[in-house]
């Protein structure tokens, strides 16, 4: 028997990184999935986007689990796009109990005066309000449910303390703890707990390209992943670079099941220690 | 393969209530045992004592498990007597992976003010030095082994923010915040994770008394427990009254394994909501 058996997750993001991880490990553990990405270029990013197919092997790899898997291109700044969506997973899978709010793009290293406006833009669209709209859409599909829910949305370690010209970022992942616990306290009557996760960096291309490479190496003129990684370490308390997609999924699985069935409004961060140095 | 398969966790205050539920849970995922409980009256307690019957049903029901539990009564205030209960465990058992550092008492509620000196040292004493004394004697056992570890502290909602007539207890239970932020510091480079868990109102014997009933209703002569419920239920986000002791061993269990294994220094509210209250 599966910790999630039988319920059906709604993950933002979906196609590679964090967010496939998260859809395998919910999958294994019994759920169905609604997966959406915007499997495109993001602007201002610096990194290549998700594409689709990438969101084709997600579904390949959930499907392999014997497991049901509704996938959609849709951007979480789009919330006509991110409705739909939804609406039609829970219409072919029946119910709809775990949110995943993970879709996000990474830093474009700027210290926070030289930011321009629509960098700033782009980054609270995605990271923060993307994540309202997905809490939006799913909201009312887990209430017409009646049997509680969980949403866990995606901060990070710098939702919880700042880091040098990642202002936009910065902003954005603090401002979804603030949308975390106002969810919990209004979603609490009706036994849908919300909850966030803060990790530190995590071993995907949002981080592994040398846009962050610069953000931890102001030092270097072409820092590559073995000049990143000894910086990255001196964030984290345990002696480690990075933590794998697959800790977080471990987050997101505990928190979407029953064992963690009165564990809300809280700010879970899987950071090597890195909020503690 | 159970999710602590052949690793040994040792628990404080484990003759019943949250002690035992910790060490069913683990035992019934893999782990075998080391417990200890005072098995004693404590006088400024308003609920009746742990017995060393307590403890010798808590070893029935790890073994009817197929767990080994090397059990002792022994006083987290008598570090001598802590560490040979440790020793021994270890000697019979032959590791140590998982620390649940859960002795604790509820004390009786007072103005700051007219707490006697006998009943702030004692609260200490157990709730604060006990949880340091217990993790002193692991420690040496935890590096030995040479394989990491996790030390999960119990503290309190009243850890991380204050009741009123109750200065002793949420001082311990503060404290216990500190002494795991610095040993998660000390024990990183050795792989030895420390989380602290904190709960809201536990449904055991040291809230179900009616020392807690007044001081929940302080507008009642003699409150019952249906009296309480309202009150307490008043303090969470979530319409309950309080969780039961298999949650917060839901919590010990995912810091205890490898899921895990990136998190550290984290204090994990399991709490119905009632810090974002």
């Not at chain 2, 030390?151 to 002793?168: M, P, Q, V």
């Not at chain 2, 001081?215 to 008043?234: C, G, I, M, S, V």
């Not at chain 2, 895990?260 to 509210?269: H, M």
């Amino acid at each position: 028997m599966g910790r999630v058996e039988g319920k059906v997750a709604f993950i933002t993001g979906a196609a590679r990184g964090q967010g496939r991880s998260h859809a395998r490990r919910l999958a294994q553990e019994g759920a169905d999935i609604i997966a959406i990405d915007a499997c495109e270029d993001q602007p201002n990013i610096p990194y290549a986007g998700a594409t689709e197919a990438d969101l084709a092997e997600t579904v390949r790899q959930v499907e392999a689990l014997d497991r049901r898997i509704v996938a959609t291109k849709a951007d979480v700044r789009d919330f006509a796009a991110l409705k739909a969506a939804v609406d039609e997973g829970v219409a072919q899978l029946g119910r709809l109990d775990i949110v995943s709010a993970n879709a996000g793009i990474g830093v474009n290293p700027l210290s926070t005066d030289e930011i321009p406006d629509e960098v700033w833009k782009d980054m609270l669209d995605v990271n923060l309000s993307g994540a309202w709209r997905a809490a939006k859409a799913a909201i009312p599909h887990i209430k017409a449910g009646g049997r509680g829910g969980s949403i866990i949305l995606t901060s990070s370690a710098a939702g919880l303390r700042a880091y040098a010209n990642a202002g936009a970022y910065v902003s954005a992942k603090h401002g979804v703890v603030g949308l975390m616990r106002t969810l919990a306290l209004e979603l609490a009557p009706d036994m849908i707990r919300v909850n966030s996760i803060h990790p530190t960096q995590v071993d995907t291309d949002m981080i592994q390209n040398e846009a962050t490479y610069r953000l931890f190496r102001p030092d270097l003129d072409h820092p590559t992943k073995e000049d990143f990684a000894p910086a990255s370490q001196t964030m984290n308390a345990l002696p480690i670079p990075w933590v794998e997609a697959i800790d977080i999924s471990n987050a997101v699985l505990f928190l979407a099941s029953d064992e963690a069935r009165y564990i809300t409004g809280v700010t879970l961060s899987v950071d090597a220690g890195s909020n503690i140095k | 393969m159970g999710r602590l398969e052949g690793k040994v966790a040792f628990i404080t205050g484990a003759a019943r209530g949250q002690g035992r539920s910790h060490a069913l849970r683990l035992a019934q995922e893999g782990a075998d045992i080391i417990a200890i409980d005072i098995c004693e009256a404590l006088s400024e307690n308003t609920y009746p004592p742990a017995t060393e019957e307590d403890l010798t049903e808590t070893v029935r029901q790890v073994e009817a498990l197929d767990r080994r539990i090397v059990a002792t009564k022994a006083d987290v205030r008598d570090f001598a007597q802590v560490k040979k209960a440790v020793d021994d465990g270890v000697a019979q058992l032959g590791r140590l992976d998982i620390v649940s550092a859960n002795a604790g008492i509820g004390g009786t509620p007072h103005h700051s003010e007219d707490i006697p000196e006998d009943e702030w040292k004692n609260m200490i004493d157990i709730n604060l030095s006990g949880v340091w004394r217990a993790t002193k004697a692991a420690i040496p056992h935890l590096k030995a082994g040479g394989r990491g570890g996790s030390i999960i502290l119990t503290s309190s909602d009243a850890g991380l923010f204050a009741y009123e007539n109750i200065s002793h207890y949420v001082s311990a239970k503060h404290g216990v915040v500190g002494l795991m932020r610095t040993l998660a510091l000390e024990l990183a480079p050795d792989f030895i994770r420390v989380n602290s868990v904190h709960p809201t109102t536990v449904n055991t014997l040291m809230v179900q008394n009616e020392g807690t009933y007044k001081l929940f209703r302080p507008d009642l002569e003699n409150p019952t427990q249906d009296d309480f419920a309202a009150a307490a239920t008043t303090m969470n986000a979530l319409p309950i009254p309080w969780v039961e002791p298999i949650d917060i061993s839901n919590a010990v269990l995912f810091f205890a394994s490898d899921e895990s294994r990136y998190v550290t220094g984290v204090p994990l509210a399991v709490d119905a909501g009632a810090a974002i209250k």
